[in-house]
């Protein structure tokens, strides 16, 4: 079984840029998050989908952020403009659905550096 | 609100020694999930153990071990015979036991398992 694919690995851009981060889940999973973490933290939630519906964006700085997962399966978060403080390793993680978001499965990371 | 806390930063230990990894949690909730998981040098995050709290009995998967403290609000990790390939950053996390809650991660703790 595939896991979950994340791209770029790598992203550097200057800040007030924007970028794009790619997620594929596990097949089969419904339910989707995206996490960001920061150097010397754990992973925050930004936000949670289920199929192509948005479970929970509460900790999403809406102002630059965005997520979509238009046909329920990949998801793509952008940051539109980028600041400073948004340098950080952007974690998509999958579950087979809500009821058993206590088995989360992590992608590699996209680690993002703003200059 | 739930908090995870990690109170060592990084450890060192040598290869085929034992080592606990500590955490403590705050929470109002009766029942709820508990987990270590793995963060190699690579990122991708794995879980090693998960907990239930109405669970008395204590989560094992193979050289790793916790051992829980419900009163105490304890859950620390036993990795035995520690192993090179043991070397990553561990995350103690938490979630209520309830559809669509989120996992609260603490800090970590980068962990070396010295030759």
């Known amino acids: 079984e595939a896991g979950v694919a994340q791209s770029p690995r790598y992203k550097i851009i200057e800040k007030r840029q924007s970028v794009a981060f790619w997620c594929n889940p596990i097949?089969?999973?419904?339910?989707l998050y995206w996490y960001q973490q920061i150097l010397g933290q754990g992973p925050k939630l930004l936000i949670q989908f289920q199929n192509n519906g948005v479970v929970d964006d509460s900790q999403l700085p809406k102002d630059r952020f965005s997520a979509e997962r238009l046909k329920g399966v990949d998801s793509t978060l952008k940051i539109q403009p980028a600041k400073l403080e948004d340098s950080a390793v952007y974690l998509c993680?999958?579950?087979?659905?809500?009821?058993?978001?206590?088995?989360?499965?992590f992608g590699p990371g996209t680690r993002l550096t703003v200059t | 609100a739930q908090t995870v806390t990690q109170s060592q930063p990084e450890m060192s230990v040598q290869e085929a020694e034992t080592v606990t990894l500590s955490c403590t949690y705050d929470t109002s909730e009766s029942n709820y999930y508990l987990f270590w998981y793995k963060q190699p040098p690579s990122r991708q995050m794995i879980l090693v153990i998960r907990?239930?709290?109405?669970?008395?009995q204590n989560a094992t998967e193979n050289r790793f071990s916790v051992n829980f403290q419900k009163a105490a609000k304890s859950f620390s990790l036993k990795i035995s015979d520690s192993q090179l390939g043991d070397t990553a950053m561990y995350f103690c996390?938490?979630?209520?036991?309830?559809?669509?809650?989120?996992?609260?991660f603490g800090k970590g703790t980068r962990l070396h398992i010295l030759p």
């Open positions: 993680a999958s579950s087979h659905n809500r009821v058993r978001a206590y088995e989360q499965y």
């Open positions: 996390a938490f979630m209520k036991h309830e559809r669509d809650d989120k996992i609260i």
């Open positions: 097949s089969g999973h419904a339910t």
């Open positions: 907990q239930e709290a109405y669970k008395q």
